[in-house]
């Protein structure tokens, strides 16, 4: 069984960055397909950024590209997201998901591994 474990959430200012981490325990995320997920106050989750382990290739949504970062760290069997020029919609809780495979899915129903999430919040 695949444990993650999500860190780096925080208070920041609009305009600032914040780097999240999500740490894998059990398994190694090789083979694995890795996203980030939030959930802002009152609203569903929503799809942030996708990384397949062994290609590395990314996928991201619409209202984070040009702004967002996902990227995997091997020897500490870990994915970051980069999270820079923050403005106040990106206030959520952030969540890691990971599935077997490689296909850069981003429904929530397509990853069977979930974290239990960090809150980030921007102030205006």
């Known amino acids: 069984q695949v444990q993650l474990v999500e860190s780096g959430g925080g208070l920041v200012q609009a305009g600032g960055s914040l780097r999240l981490s999500c740490a894998a325990s059990g398994r190694t995320f090789n083979n694995y397909r890795i996203g980030w997920f939030r959930q802002p106050p009152g609203k569903e989750r929503e799809f942030v950024a996708v990384?397949?382990?062994?290609?590395?290739?990314?996928y991201y949504a619409d209202s984070v590209k040009g702004r967002f970062s996902i990227a995997r760290e091997n020897a500490k069997n870990t994915v970051h997201l980069q999270m820079n020029s923050l403005i106040s919609e990106d206030t959520a809780v952030y969540y890691c998901?990971?599935?077997?495979?490689?296909?850069?899915?981003?429904?929530?129903?397509?990853?069977?591994?979930w974290g239990q999430g960090t809150q980030v919040t921007v102030s205006s």
């Open positions: 998901a990971a599935q077997r495979g490689d296909s850069l899915v981003y429904r929530t129903s397509q990853y069977n591994y």
């Open positions: 990384i397949s382990w062994s290609s590395g290739s990314t």
